[in-house]
């Protein structure tokens, strides 16, 4: 079976594409074991789906925790008006290689299109 790849975007997972990417990933694992005559016990199965469980809930707190950080930048761009940009090149400028601040550079001229 070939490497999966997730998608960018997924309308269950709030856009980190993870849920149901993790979900058919499972699934398919669990129908090629079947294909190859090899079959789960039950405990392996519950074990399987606590696991699949909790890594969805993490993704989910981290999907919220980044949403809530994302509001919260939002909020104070709003307050502080145009003063904030140059600070953020100031302190660019001082702790960024060249390379780096090119890369966040071109990181927030694609957030702000």
Request: charged content about 25%; some cysteine; overall charge negative.
């Given at each position: 079976?070939?490497?999966?790849?997730?998608?960018?975007?997924?309308?269950?997972?709030?856009?980190?594409?993870?849920?149901?990417?993790?979900?058919?990933?499972?699934?398919?694992?669990?129908?090629?074991?079947?294909?190859?005559g090899?079959?789960?016990?039950?405990?392996?199965?519950e074990?399987?789906?606590?696991f699949?469980?909790?890594?969805?809930?993490?993704?989910?707190?981290?999907?919220?925790a980044?949403?809530?950080?994302?509001?919260?930048?939002?909020?104070?761009?709003a307050?502080?008006?145009?003063?904030?940009?140059?600070?953020?090149?100031?302190?660019?400028?001082?702790?960024?290689?060249?390379?780096?601040?090119?890369?966040?550079?071109?990181?927030?001229?694609?957030?702000?299109?």
């Amino acid at each position: 079976m070939g490497l999966a790849v997730p998608p960018e975007n997924d309308e269950n997972t709030d856009g980190d594409g993870l849920g149901s990417f993790a979900v058919d990933l499972a699934a398919q694992q669990a129908a090629a074991r079947a294909a190859a005559g090899v079959a789960d016990t039950e405990e392996e199965q519950e074990r399987a789906a606590a696991f699949m469980q909790r890594a969805l809930a993490e993704s989910a707190r981290m999907t919220a925790a980044c949403n809530k950080d994302q509001r919260k930048i939002e909020r104070n761009r709003a307050a502080m008006g145009g003063a904030l940009e140059p600070a953020i090149a100031e302190h660019a400028a001082e702790v960024l290689s060249p390379e780096h601040a090119a890369l966040v550079a071109a990181a927030r001229a694609a957030q702000q299109e």
